[in-house]
């Protein structure tokens, strides 16, 4: 399954005819987040994001660089739930935060049909005209927020990786088990960021790029709270 379609079990293009009765309760129970350690976040994230969460940047199989919030120390899974499912952390990436709900290639709205949010309960997705719902309205503007802010991030990764600003950040985990490495990832290598050229200083203050930069590096102070088990320390 793509990472795009991380937690989509059974994806479904939503269609006014074929879902013309269906409705959606808000999700508040993120158990189906509970096998990940890591989500993709876009830039506008980072500020938030970076009081709860390291941004780190990693590759996808076309080589291409893409950040991401570690949501925790272990090879698989993190500690964000309550028992109820609830979030316990100050900020919700919005990569969870949209599920069950994404844009295909071509703006297509599709849904995970096994999601249990769906049924005959809650607020009906479109209209006994046929015309989009309230909620419905809502959740595509949502979905067209975050594939713009996914778009300018990418533009943003492309730059650094063309002035070779990314260098590996492998954290080794030691405590009371076996040590265990996290390796593939990337952080901005500070030393060569101070030396980057006044033209392109001011052309990412003026785009934002440079706050972005100063909250990831921001954010690496936060690896001091994902504690794998008790006792345990992260070492870069």
Same mark, same amino acid.
């Given at each position: ?47 938030? &994001?970076?009081?709860? $969460?390291?941004?780190? #940047? =990693?590759?996808?199989?076309? @080589?291409?660089?893409? *950040? %991401?919030? /570690? ?89 650094? &990786?063309?002035?070779? $600003?990314?260098?590996? #950040? =492998?954290?080794?985990?030691? @405590?009371?088990?076996? *040590? %265990?490495? /996290? ?54």
């Amino acid at each position: 399954m793509s990472r795009e379609l991380l937690f989509y079990e059974k994806p479904v293009a939503l269609h006014r005819e074929i879902h013309k009765g269906l409705a959606f309760k808000p999700l508040t129970d993120f158990g189906f987040s509970a096998g990940v350690n890591s989500v993709p976040v876009s830039g506008i994230e980072f500020f938030e &994001a970076s009081r709860d $969460l390291p941004v780190l #940047f =990693n590759r996808d199989a076309e @080589g291409r660089y893409y *950040p %991401l919030a /570690l949501l925790s120390l272990k090879q698989q899974g993190h500690d964000w739930l309550q028992a109820d499912g609830s979030w316990r952390g100050r900020y919700i990436p919005a990569f969870i935060r949209r599920y069950p709900f994404a844009l295909t290639a071509n703006g297509t709205v599709c849904f995970d049909e096994s999601c249990p949010s769906f049924g005959a309960d809650g607020e009906k997705l479109f209209t006994d005209q046929g015309e989009n719902g309230d909620v419905l309205k809502r959740i595509i503007g949502f979905l067209n927020q975050y594939d713009a802010h996914a778009k300018l991030t990418r533009e943003f990764t492309a730059a650094l &990786a063309e002035k070779g $600003l990314l260098k590996p #950040f =492998n954290l080794q985990i030691v @405590g009371n088990g076996d *040590p %265990l490495r /996290l390796e593939g990832l990337f952080a901005v290598d500070e030393a060569l960021f101070a030396k980057l050229d006044d033209a392109t200083a001011g052309e990412w203050l003026r785009k934002g790029w440079l706050a972005w930069v100063y909250a990831h590096l921001h954010s690496l102070g936060a690896l001091h709270g994902l504690g794998r088990r008790p006792g345990d320390a992260a070492k870069p």
